[in-house]
């Protein structure tokens, strides 16, 4: 069942159980260190899994929580995964939020009385239950809509290139040849095999709608020479056999320091395993990280269940074959 995790310093944690009280009261499995962690567990593990799987992360900001490592750590999850529910509970004086934090509307519970009825905690309340819906339509729109198409009639663009004249600067869909079409509730993610690597393009939908021109727009070429290495780590994640993560960075330019505002990120990995002794299950969520940016829309996150890593898995394969077949395929010695 999805939870609120709620990060905190241990200085507020009676602030902290109130909220948590309230939270519950309205209807919502919370998660708090300090209350839920079973004697012996491993907390930094524990943490770093709640963290990263709960619907909403709800960050409580006082003078002594912007100055914490760990608040600011789990913080950063709540930002990547687009779950953060920024709180005050405390004027911070001469202190301020992070710097990188600053640019998301925070709820002010600092003179919150306790009540339930407070617009401020309402407010609170109902961006948790927005998060709670979000994060079950990923989950019951996972393994329902992933397709491939064939199409016969000729290629409207050409995929093998970054634009051509025929070709609209933002395409929403590729047509011609074998795609790979996965539609989530929030965009719409394809994978086209070209015998230059494989092309990702990821349209985020509005009412339902493509939207090209917007911030999280994403249309990427993934090099031949990246495309083994993602797909080893996606067959050991379908076979369910250990693995490390794969991290891809696609450098804007030949600088060596990898530049958040110009690089793009391309991430598949699994959540932890949950058999015991750290044993795989096959249960264990896998997610594929596109970020191109700072920006909130440019770091997007896709749930894979299983059928998506099929897909990904074959347009990966089908890549392969493409340039193989085109004699692309030519590894040049060091």
């Not at 070709?167 to 719409?188: D, N």
């Amino acid at each position: 069942m999805a939870h609120v995790f709620v990060s905190y310093t241990r200085e507020d944690h009676q602030k902290a159980a109130r909220i948590a009280r309230v939270i519950r009261e309205a209807g919502f499995t919370t998660w708090l260190d300090n209350e839920d962690l079973e004697p012996g567990a491993n907390w930094s593990r524990e943490v770093q899994y709640m963290v990263e799987t709960a619907s909403s992360v709800v960050t409580l900001w006082s003078p002594l929580s912007v100055e914490s490592p760990w608040v600011m750590a789990e913080t950063r999850v709540g930002v990547e995964n687009e779950t953060l529910v920024p709180v005050i509970i405390r004027s911070l004086g001469k202190k301020r939020i992070p710097l990188e934090f600053r640019n998301h509307q925070y709820v002010d519970l600092a003179r919150w009385d306790g009540l339930s009825t407070q617009p401020e905690i309402k407010r609170l309340l109902n961006r948790v239950q927005q998060l709670m819906a979000h994060a079950a339509l990923r989950e019951n729109s996972d393994e329902s809509d992933t397709l491939f198409s064939v199409f016969n009639e000729p290629a409207a663009t050409n995929a093998g290139s970054a634009t051509t004249n025929d070709e609209p600067a933002a395409p929403s869909m590729y047509i011609g040849g074998l795609t790979f079409f996965i539609s989530k509730s929030l965009a719409r993610l394809q994978f086209i095999p070209t015998a230059s690597g494989l092309r990702i393009l990821y349209v985020p939908l509005e009412n339902g709608q493509p939207v090209t021109s917007s911030d999280g727009y994403l249309n990427l070429l993934l090099p031949i020479d990246v495309t083994g290495s993602l797909w080893v780590t996606c067959r050991a994640f379908i076979s369910v056999v250990s693995s490390m993560d794969q991290n891809i960075v696609l450098q804007a330019s030949k600088g060596e320091e990898v530049d958040p505002a110009t690089d793009t990120l391309v991430k598949l990995y699994r959540e932890k395993p949950k058999g015991a002794d750290g044993a795989l299950t096959g249960e264990e969520t896998c997610w594929l990280r596109l970020v191109s940016g700072i920006e909130e829309a440019q770091r997007r996150r896709i749930r894979m269940g299983p059928t998506d890593l099929i897909c990904l898995e074959l347009a990966l394969r089908t890549t392969a074959e493409l340039v193989t077949n085109s004699g692309n395929h030519n590894p040049m010695a060091l």
